[in-house]
């Protein structure tokens, strides 16, 4: 009994891969036929400076927080006051206490 339950799941595991990995390959296939969209004319490089790599999106610079290491994209970081960067508020003002401004809190 348990042994064409195996069989089953395996099978599918099997179609699930061929499906993915089909997928794949048509999609790189359509971005491979699809031709440029300028530059037909022009021997030079295209004028619209896209880069090197036509990425869909630029690698965000990872920051690491000073005070427990862990990295974090940059638009998630807290940003110090001597130039560093944090993961939280919380972790910026341990690391970095106000002298002689405590916060207005209680
Ligand atoms: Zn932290």
């Known amino acids: 009994m348990m042994g064409k339950f195996t069989v089953w799941i395996v099978l599918a595991g099997v179609a699930w891969l061929g499906w993915t990995l089909w997928r794949i390959g048509r999609r790189r296939a359509e971005s491979a036929e699809s031709p440029p969209p300028a530059g037909s004319d022009s021997a030079g490089p295209p004028a619209q400076g896209t880069g090197p790599a036509a990425g869909e ?4 610079p990872m920051l690491r927080c000073a005070h427990c ?3 974090l994209p ?3 970081a807290v940003a110090g006051k001597r130039g560093s960067s944090y993961c939280s508020t919380a972790h910026r003002d341990l690391t970095e ?3 002689r401004d405590p916060p207005a809190s209680r």
């Open 57 to 60: 999106s630029p690698p965000e």
């Open 97 to 99: 206490p106000a002298p």
């Open 74 to 76: 940059s638009h998630e």
């Open 69 to 71: 290491g862990l990295y």
